[in-house]
């Protein structure tokens, strides 16, 4: 028998390759991430700003690169590759070779402050798409993980003067390459994308004309952290723009590259926001706002000034003062026209990177048309053709970074899956750290760091000035000043600064404590020092950010915080959590193709499963549906997997059941469900699967009142009938996009493209016509649109301000922009494309699980772009179409990808509650009632008339205590005296006031 190594290998360290080594590490799995470059972070550690969000890309990242980077489960291996491959699923043997590039990882701590200056060559920086220039010996970027210096050894000269200056002797240019063997029972492929080199088409200009630059190369330009700290300079002269135009489509959409880049839109959006003073234009195609809150941040860019163009420019020319030229034909009035602007940037498409190739050769998985790796089928979206070998985020094809999140999650499920019974025995034993003994009597010793975050805080506060009045403040025994507080040399400077000045309480000024604070509080935890004495003083959203114009008063707001911030903290105390035990049962709510993929992930790991269900039968819209879009019967895997759910011994399928009550908390919920036979569960986790439907769309086009108007779904059983006609009308975008739901379906046009080429592919005389505002066949999809044109489907691009009409005759009236004139269609079927919407009864369960709702009408995820699949209340997951419409492939990925989440929480024993809750002081408490009314986490009631707060169920909201009259509530960390001390300035408390210490 073969043993199972529970371990696996991730390779590629980009967004989805971080998500899922750390989701398999999570579930006391080994893993050797591998990551070709010398940093993990891929694209997106080089991106400014994230859409919708408009998230600082790195500060969101940053956090999970060093959580990474410190997992003890954990191995990173930089600058590496594979070499050869044996073995089979469950236990394979992996070599590898480690490029050392001269530098000892071990001894190097990235400071590049002494080699660096004495290195004579400069180069232009790949990290920073070649505008800007570094040594031969660098940093990536300074949150680089590991942080380490590396040697471009194909422009190194071999002077060695980096070598004579390192003080710690970490560079040896004798060094050679090390091979080494690893066991694994499983390998995800995250391998990543590369912007695609423009350079190719005469036509843009790209290396010709200075002032035409790449997408990625903007996103340097704008970001605080890149080589202009955020100035937009022209590259010939360095001037600000007044001007910058988009174009859509460089790379992708075309013969050579025939599929859509997925984030191209939304990114030029993004950055044409993100261009102040300026005038924007964006040049597009198809507008493809296809993603959740997409629609909405497009139609926010329009409403304040950016103005798009819909034609794709022929040719870029210049001017005699280095302006670029755009010649292009604006399809909406016919006419070819001249642009003149200052600066252009061609919003290129991404591509597969070369080292596919490699991969497909070295590990035997298949690429695609286009070299991307292959999934196994669309009902297999993570596995490729090799049994223990999977595949995540754009690996598979150019995608947003929820989608890159979620399938890194999925691929950590099928990764594990196979290795269950040797969960644990791969790890490292951990060493468990003794909290440090802080005298709460005495005065404190406050470490205070104050980040630049590169020039976002710099630009505008005077850090050193602000650690000189740090210094100043009673109880601070250090202060210093940190060029990226959340990196991981800083974290480790904290770390040894607490050792060093014996500190008992650090305050960091930087940002958000929402994507920070954990980062921090584990920094502390690592010395022993308790989570909840750390305090972190929001200098940047609070006040560089919001005061650019003012920097003295900005200076004198900053110092009120971190004076604050050091009051608060004078008074902090060590919290300590709450262990309690997990329920290990779970409850998914929903048995459509999302809510079953979830359900089966989780028994399959020996894990008890209720699936509730409302219909009385499984299936979801799924059982609405004919044809899959790769053209896959449905009646081929539905029955298949409905089947195997019901004989599933770990799944207990209820339906006919809806759910009446929800109580408890994450790893002790109790659920109250009714149908056939009432029922109270107790489970640990609960995962929200119900689904979306199709609008019935009465008022629009007839709809109702003539039966040869109909739905999209209701023409796929007439297909399945096997209806004919003679003239097919679609009209895309009934009931959405639109000022009652601002949003993108997703899945419409594809839909409408399937059922088109489904009606031509029976008969191919039948005239089938699609209007559309923007067809939305974004990624691979692209491919069925081309085919459908190829068959002679007809696509009418019609203007919401001048929409489709349908009279008594059947006869459609369409303004078709491209044309500028009105058409008559005479139909024999006109199929609506109706807004897809949230299933019934979705507010409810909004109620019950404490899901807030987006404008959209979907759940709200935690965070839209690194959380998509986690509810905003501990414990609840999202999946599928209650998430927000998708494709049954992504249905599939979420599915699996929340059984990962779900079960990072039911493989253990017991869970930490969070320290920051509420606590009554029962010899105030008069019993008055008030607080329990108001809690909405009902961890309040009475007990023996005084009031008593549940401390596993309490989330520290703070409520109970503002509404207490007497104040015999107070919230740890919180407390009215530490509040005071905030607003007073007191920096010791009421002791040292009465010492005349203010």
Known sequence: MVRVIGSVLVIGGGISGIQAALEVADQNFRVYLLEQSGSIGGLMSRLDKTFPTNDCSLCIESPKMVELGRHPNIRVIPEGEIRSISGKAGNFTVKIVRRNLYVDSDLCVGCIDLCAPVCPIELPSREEFMIGGRKAIYVPFPQAVPLVARIDTDHCIGCRLCMAACERGAIDYFRGDIEEELKVGSIIIASGIEPFDPSSLPEYGYGRIENVITAPQYERLISAAGPTEGRIMRPSDGRHPERVAWIQCVGSRNAEFPSCSAVCCMYATKEAMATLHSKRYIFYIDLRSYGKAFEIFYRTAKRIGVEYIRSKPGVILEDHEKNPVIRYEDTETGEVQDLTVDLVVLSVGLRPPASNNKLSAILGVKLDELGFLAPKSLLNPLETCIDGIYICGCATGA??????????????????????????????????????????????????????????????????????????????????EATFACSSDTQSQIKDTIIIQNLDRVVVAACTPRTHEPLFQRTCEEVGLNPYLFELANIREHCSWVHIHDKELALEKAKDIIRMAVAKSSLSRPIHRVKIPVTKRALVLGAGISGMR????????????????????????????????????????????????????????????????????????????????????????????????????????????????????????????????????????????????????????????????????????????????????????????????????????????????????????????????????????????????????????????????????????????????????????????????????????????????????????????????????????????LCLDLCAFGALELRSRKAYINPVVCKGCGLCAAACNIGAIEELNFTSRQIEAMIRGFMYGKETEEKGKV
């Open 598 to 929: 979830a359900a089966l992930d989780i028994a399959n790991q020996g894990i008890e499963v209720y699936l509730v269900e409302r219909a009385n039968e499984p299936g979801g819209i799924l059982r609405q549906i004919t044809h899959l879009h790769d053209g896959t019967p449905v009646a081929d895997f539905l029955p298949p997997l409905i089947d195997e759910v019901r004989s599933h011994p770990d799944i207990h399928l209820m339906t006919g059941c809806t759910i009446d009550d929800v109580s408890g908390y994450v790893g002790e919920f109790s659920v109250k469900i009714s149908g056939e036979r009432n029922t109270e569960l107790q489970v640990g986790v609960c995962v929200v699967a119900t689904g979306m439907q199709e609008l019935e769309p009465h008022g629009y086009y007839r709809y109702g009142e003539d039966p040869a108007v109909v739905t999209q779904t209701e023409l796929e059983t007439l297909i399945k009938m096997g209806e004919k006609w003679e003239r097919v009308v679609m009209i895309q975008c009934v009931g959405s996009r639109d000022d009652e739901r601002p949003y993108c379906s997703r899945i419409c046009c594809i839909n409408a493209v399937k059922n088109a080429i489904a009606i031509k592919s029976r008969n191919p005389q039948t005239e089938v016509y699609i209007l559309y505002r923007d067809i939305m066949t974004y990624a691979r999809w692209e491919r069925l649109y081309s085919r459908a044109m190829e068959m002679g489907v007809l696509f009418i691009r019609y203007s919401p301000e001048t929409p489709p009409s349908v009279d008594e005759k059947l006869r459609v009236r369409v303004y078709d922009t491209l044309l500028d004139a009105e058409l008559v269609i005479d139909a024999d079927q006109v199929v609506l494309s109706g807004a897809m919407i949230p299933s019934e009864g979705a507010e409810k369960i909004a109620h019950l699980f404490k899901l807030p709702i987006y404008e959209d009408g979907y759940f709200l995820e935690a965070h839209l772009k690194l959380r998509p699949l986690d509810g905003a209340f501990g414990g609840v997951f999202l999946c599928g179409g209650a998430h927000y419409p998708k494709l049954i492939d992504e249905a599939i990925t979420q599915g699996t990808g929340v059984a990962a989440r779900a079960c990072s929480i039911l493989v253990h024993d017991e869970i930490e509650t969070e320290g920051i809750i509420s606590r009554v002081d029962e010899d105030i408490c008069i019993g008055c009632g």
């Open 399 to 480: 995608k947003d970074i929820p989608d890159s999140v979620t399938q890194g999650v999925a691929a950590a499920t099928r990764a594990i899956l196979p290795l269950i019974q040797s969960r644990g025995k791969e790890i490292p034993e951990r060493v468990k750290i003794k909290e440090r003994v802080v005298d709460q009597s005495g005065i404190p010793r406050i470490g205070v760091f104050i980040c630049d975050c590169g020039v976002n805080i710099a630009s505008v506060l005077d850090v050193p000035a602000l650690v000189e009045y740090a210094k100043t403040l009673p109880g601070v025994v250090y202060a210093n």
